[in-house]
């Protein structure tokens, strides 16, 4: 097993299956960031049983380890290659030749990754660790509603932000017919149809991520108009 996991192909199945790991949880983030659209009391109760629940807390160093591993394998992995050939390397299609996504898959999850430490220290490290305003009517529940809103309601962030998601989807769109394909259950009939899997999956996140800034900015200029 020790060799398997050190030797290339382990290298990329362990690069698939913690993508497959974080693209699942992209579903659960975005089902809790659209509540937001249900207005402040219930995105405000969901931010807090989301903080609170143990299950949920507990998940929180197994997401951070896959992210980690994700990130340390695949940037091992985009290292070897380059020192291997000149060209980077990219996954073929079933065309027979590479999509941009594919030749960029390191350059845009860096991308996404800078963006996700921004909005880290934005949201989850103020709501963690510091002292955001407590809700109306609530001595313990967290005003995560207002705290997100004010970000929104910044051009910069959101432009920031549905750049990053603009990426993301291109990340995804390749990433997951990718790691379909190392765990085994992609053929050359499946191919296509996985890469229209990811296409729709990938649009349904960065759209339905994006929508909510551009959504609350746009309500921010209207309302101080």
């Known amino acids: 097993m020790r060799a ?3 030797a290339s192909v382990g290298k990329k199945l362990i690069v698939g299956l913690s993508g497959l790991f974080l693209i699942l949880f992209l579903v659960v983030h975005l089902a809790v960031n659209l509540t937001m659209f249900a207005g402040r009391d219930t995105y405000n109760a969901v ?7 143990p ?9 951070a380890a896959g992210l980690v591993v994700h990130i340390l394998v695949s940037s091992y992995l985009a290292w070897s290659n380059w020192r291997s050939r000149p060209e980077r390397y990219a996954m073929v299609d079933a065309a027979g030749g590479s999509t941009w996504a594919s030749r960029h898959m390191f350059v845009l999850g860096g991308l996404v990754i800078l963006f996700l430490g921004l909005h880290l220290s934005s949201f989850a490290i103020p709501m963690t660790f510091g002292s955001p305003p407590l809700a109306e ?4 529940m967290k005003d995560a509603y207002a705290l997100v809103t004010a970000r929104f309601g910044l051009w910069w962030y959101v432009s920031l932000y549905t750049a990053a998601m603009v990426f993301l989807g291109l990340h995804v769109a390749h990433g997951l017919q990718s790691a379909i394909q190392t765990v ?6 499946w191919r296509r149809r996985w890469a229209r899997v990811g296409n729709v999956y990938a649009a349904v996140v960065a759209v339905g991520f994006a929508s909510l800034p551009l959504y609350f900015f746009i309500q921010s200029q209207v309302g101080s108009a």
């Open 47 to 53: 931010a807090h049983w989301m903080g609170t629940n």
């Open 184 to 189: 085994g259950l992609s053929n050359r009939r």
């Open 55 to 63: 299950a949920i807390l507990a998940m929180r160093p197994v997401l």
């Open 4 to 6: 398997f996991l050190g």
């Open 137 to 140: 009517n609530s001595p313990v």
